[in-house]
């Protein structure tokens, strides 16, 4: 059973800086899309940026320019570097790993981790 680990969540001011992790274990299978969710409160959960196997990497227009998302495909975990935050990006972050099994395509979720953005 894969199981999806993100960690690095916190509290920072508004323009700052923070960095979440994110891990896949369970799995001797490269993971083959990894990416990032978010759901604030009273909000619907929202994509916030993708990144393939193979380096294909595509961002919301929300968080283009401002967020990273990189990964260590030997190790199936990814990093998410998190810059000028806003108050708006506070949300509880989701990492989600897609896995080909044979003809099935199986998606796992972390548990979330928590960031808050004071203004």
């Known amino acids: 059973q894969v199981q999806v680990v993100e960690s690095g969540g916190g509290l920072v001011q508004a323009g700052g800086s923070l960095r979440l992790s994110c891990a896949a274990s369970?799995?001797?299978?490269?993971?083959?899309?990894m990416g990032w969710y978010r759901q604030a409160p009273g909000k619907l959960r929202e994509w916030v940026a993708t990144?393939?196997?193979?380096?294909?990497?595509t961002y919301a227009d929300s968080v283009k320019g401002r967020f990273t998302i990189s990964r260590d495909n030997a190790e199936n975990t990814v990093n998410l570097q998190m810059s000028s935050l806003k108050p708006e990006d506070t949300a509880v972050y989701y990492c989600?790993?897609?896995?080909?099994?044979?003809?099935?395509?199986?998606?796992?979720w972390g548990q979330g981790t928590q960031v808050t953005v004071s203004s």
């Open positions: 369970g799995t001797r299978f490269s993971i083959n899309s």
């Open positions: 990144i393939t196997s193979g380096g294909s990497i």
């Open positions: 989600k790993a897609g896995l080909y099994l044979g003809t099935s395509y199986n998606i796992y």
